[in-house]
């Protein structure tokens, strides 16, 4: 089914620009007669506003949310012999990106009904080797990070947070999902909560030293126009990207805030019905809801009832990292993971993009619960 042909989408770009395509249009023409096509002044300008909107002081753009990662490690000291613990619940390129530094990524079972990492967790996995931590905000929901970072600081290792789902997530101080780590690492993959057309990412630091390393090993070790000092990829934010990504910044809160009470709808409609897990609920603003992921023992049932009734439902995701058949020995086996394994079973995530209307959700509510004979 294309994408246009579903009753409700999991997402619809050509939706999402056509209110923004008035602006963007002269804008990105704007730029295109007078900025440098790569670091220009978009670029900086995005850079100093990202980095205000999460509470860091500088923010450094990249070419991806892969690359983020991936250089926030280098620049810590990640490399062959070290480890980096992450969850083993996560995208596949939280793993990938500890890979590429060199590290050995050394996975940990999320909680159960958060789905993210906790501080015992953490600690438990902690070795000699260990140089850092990675929380992920799986699905949009903030990871327990205050916890988190004090197991850190015990045992002098360093925290960065993979933030890719959680754009505009804040903990109770209000500080920004990316703040709370030595650094945070963003993506803007068109998917995301905050997506550029095209590929992207972010990292936000409050250490000047940081982002200097990471403007050097972005733009391939160069530390004048013909010297160079690493072996580094060429990783930029493309100038059009930032363009385009300044604009949809100011639309983030009001999509975030939309994201959050569809969830509200999805939460009332769906309490008590067959089997569903719904996702955890923190409050305020800690969840973000990029993806809403319920769970059910009979999700493939229920993912092929949604799809003959014209609803996209997608799965996140149905092979862990330690399960894929990688060109490198992680070292893990099927049961290593148990909750891990359990959830690639049973998620399923609920079309919740801000462009959806009320009754969209209310018609794929009543699918759900027809499903279930409810
Ligand atoms: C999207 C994502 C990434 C990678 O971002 P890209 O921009 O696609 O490279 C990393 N971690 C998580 C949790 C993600 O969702």
């Known amino acids: 089914m294309d994408r246009k042909e579903y009753k409700v989408p999991s997402k619809d770009y050509a939706l999402q620009y056509s ?18 096509p790569v670091l220009g002044a978009s670029v900086d300008a995005f850079e100093k506003e990202f980095a205000a909107y999460t509470g860091t002081a500088d923010a450094v753009g990249l070419g991806s949310g892969t690359d983020a990662l991936y250089l926030s490690l280098r620049a810590l000291g990640a490399r062959p012999g070290t480890e980096v613990i992450t969850a083993a619940n996560t995208f596949i390129a939280t ?13 940990a079972d999320p909680d159960p009904e958060t789905m993210n990492l906790t501080p015992g967790a953490v600690e438990a996995a902690i070795t000699p080797r260990t140089v850092a931590v990675i929380p992920v905000h799986l699905y949009g ?20 947070e993979d933030a890719a789902q959680a754009h505009g997530a804040r903990g109770p101080d209000s500080r920004g999902a990316g703040a709370y780590g030595r650094m945070g690492c963003f993506s803007f993959h068109p998917s995301k909560n905050l997506g ?42 493309d100038t059009i990207q930032a363009a385009i990504l300044r604009l949809k910044l100011r639309n983030l809160d009001a999509w975030n805030d939309r994201r959050i009470s569809l969830a509200a709808l999805y939460r009332d409609a769906l309490a008590d019905v067959g089997d569903l897990i719904l ?8 969840h973000v809801y990029h993806l809403f992921v319920v769970r059910t023992s009979r999700r493939d049932e229920l993912r092929a009832h949604l799809q003959s009734a014209g609803v996209n439902a997608g799965l996140h995701y149905p092979v862990p990292p330690h399960l894929q058949s990688l060109d490198v020995d992680l070292g893990y086996r099927e ?23 009320d009754h969209q959700v209310a018609y794929v509510c009543e699918q759900i619960r027809s499903f279930f004979g409810e």
């Open 19 to 36: 209110p923004l395509l008035g602006e963007l249009i002269p804008e990105i023409e704007r730029v295109i007669r007078e900025e440098n």
């Open 95 to 107: 793993v990938s990106s500890i890979l590429l530094s060199g590290a050995r990524p050394v996975l």
């Open 141 to 160: 929901a903030l990871a327990p990070v205050g916890e988190i970072l004090r197991v850190c600081e015990r045992s002098d290792i360093d925290m960065v």
């Open 196 to 237: 550029a057309f095209g590929d992207a990412g972010m990292v936000t630091t409050s250490d000047m030293r940081d982002a200097d390393e990471i403007r050097l090993i972005r733009n391939l070790g160069k530390s004048s126009k013909y010297e160079v000092t690493r072996v580094a990829p060429n990783t930029k934010l």
């Open 279 to 286: 996702p955890h609920f923190p409050g305020d603003r800690a």
């Open 335 to 357: 049961g290593d993971f148990p909750v891990t394994e359990e959830c690639a079973r049973t998620v399923l995530s609920l079309p919740i993009s801000p462009e959806l209307k």
